[in-house]
């Protein structure tokens, strides 16, 4: 009897949840409303502060880099101990780790609104990423743990609308929120619109089921030690090393990141080859197409998260628009990659396949090439108003590409591989994205006139989406025969 209970501890009972008042299925799809929305709230953070974030150094004041660290103290964490928060989570209980996760983030949500000063705000920006990386990994062992079957599929499948709704709304609400100026909040109302979505999710824990790892793996501090100070290494001269001069310690900091990440690579290596419990998994680099997924996805979300800085740093630093211009100007991005999802995923993946990337590299950067040629004729002190359609051009891109790309990535990985391997890919997408806020931003805040630097960091984007499209090739083209199968 010991045993049976034990069973349905580990992988998920499919019962009815005790104590709740619900039938025997309706409780589990209830529980998925809970994970939803917690991811929603996630994505949302990230997105809804990136429109805020030149009203919050207008308020806080700071260097001019302390924009991009507001959306960098949160990814960069956040993408770091991704794996790490996911095998707490096997080894301690995916619904403990998740919902401990919710609560760190909602205090440290109150802590970021109530900020007197902008060293505050990105402290607490960094615990709300180290807090999401508890919570993100847990949601599809959790999933797994309830549905079965066609009901998985549709349960894992109603991840991405939801993603997908919450990129379009993040920049708009930023901006509505900011402008509107609720009880004289200003920008602090988008970080306290998490205490009702994150207050919902915790009163509605009980509905999950505790799930954990039959065999549970064993933590690599030494890796997450590694990783985390060689990323931090990187980032940090590369956001700092404009307002400082790019003076020669910030060279040598550069260095020292990209050694410690290299020792890191070789630290992984031994511990795989003695049998021990890597960060990373060695068995995902047998083949070529895995590898290659990492690169573009760290190009492709350094393109995305650094231009959508720099159009908001370009509106309301450079021409001085408000906080909900900026917002409604990157609607039609959102909007064009909703759109082009849904499209992507219903109709144009079941028949081109990942083939279907390069049509959205293609068109993103079609995009990326129109809202250049709309800064060069544009009056450099009116705001442009081809740049929203410009905009729309590039979300379709967006679009286009992710829905087959993380299919592809994942195509040629071993089942006992698929979690490990969607944790990095997640992980590196928001180390891409880190890079991208510091690389285009600088390159933006380097310029002498706005105008000039939004186009400088436009058609920096256009050279990194060359490189994706070359990495894309790498990953499609097809392996050579491994002689050990």
């Not at 809804?48 to 990814?75: E, H, K, M």
């Not at 909602?106 to 960094?126: D, H, T």
């Not at 740049?387 to 590039?394: D, K, M, R, T, Y």
């Not at 040629?412 to 979690?419: D, K, Y």
């Amino acid at each position: 009897m010991s045993k049976v209970v034990r069973q349905e501890v580990v992988r998920g009972d499919l019962g009815e949840a005790p104590g709740l008042p619900l039938g025997r299925y309706r409780w589990r799809w209830a529980a998925l409303a809970v994970l939803l929305v917690a991811e929603a709230m996630n994505l949302l953070d990230a997105t809804i502060v990136q429109v805020a974030a030149p009203v919050i150094r207008t308020d806080l004041g700071g260097p001019d880099s302390v924009v991009q660290w507001y959306a960098a103290a949160y990814t960069l964490p956040f993408a770091m101990f991704l794996i790490t928060g996911g095998r707490l989570g096997d080894i301690l209980g995916r619904r403990r780790v998740f919902r401990v996760g919710v609560a760190v983030f909602l205090v440290a949500s109150v802590a970021c609104a109530a900020a007197p000063s902008y060293g505050v705000l990105i402290g607490a920006r960094a615990v709300q990423g180290a807090a999401a990386a508890l919570v993100i990994p847990q949601t599809i062992g959790l999933i797994r743990a309830m549905f079965d079957g066609d009901e998985m599929a549709r349960a894992l499948g109603s991840i991405g609308p939801v993603m997908g709704l919450a990129a379009v709304c993040g920049p708009a609400l930023g901006g509505l929120l900011t402008h509107a100026d609720l009880f004289g909040s200003s920008w602090r109302s988008v970080f306290l619109v998490n205490l009702p979505l994150g207050a919902a999710v915790l009163l509605a824990a009980p509905l999950l089921r505790e799930d954990r790892a039959a065999r549970r793996p064993r933590l690599d501090l030494t890796g997450t030690a590694l990783v985390v100070t060689g990323s931090g290494a990187v980032v940090y001269p590369l956001i700092q090393g404009q307002d400082a001069g790019w003076p020669a310690w910030t060279w040598a900091l550069l260095a020292a990141g990209v050694a410690l990440l290299g020792l890191f690579g070789v630290d992984q290596r031994r511990k795989s080859r003695h049998g021990r419990s890597p960060l990373v998994e060695a068995g995902l680099f047998r083949h070529r197409g895995f590898p290659a997924a990492l690169v573009t996805s760290t190009l492709f979300f350094a393109v995305l998260n650094g231009l959508m800085l720099v159009i908001v740093l370009h509106l309301q630093l450079g021409l001085e628009s408000d906080v909900l211009t900026a917002g409604l100007t990157l609607l039609p991005w959102s909007l064009g990659m909703a759109v082009a999802s849904w499209v992507a995923g219903t109709r144009l993946v079941p028949r081109y396949g990942p083939r279907l990337m390069y049509a959205g590299i293609a068109t993103l950067l079609t995009g990326v090439l129109a809202a250049t040629a709309v800064y060069a004729v544009s009056d450099p002190a009116r705001y442009p108003w081809p740049l929203p359609g410009a905009l729309a051009v590039c979300g379709t891109g967006v679009g286009l590409f992710t829905v087959p790309f993380f299919t592809a990535a994942l195509h040629r990985v071993g089942p006992a591989e698929t979690g490990s391997a969607a944790g990095l890919l997640n992980a590196v997408q928001q180390l891409g994205g880190t890079l991208g806020t510091a690389l285009l931003g600088s390159v933006f805040l380097g310029a002498a006139d706005p105008a000039a630097g939004a186009q400088r960091a436009f058609w920096a984007s256009a050279l990194l989406l060359v490189a994706t499209a070359a990495a894309v090739a790498t990953g499609l083209r097809r392996p050579s025969p491994d002689p050990a199968r």
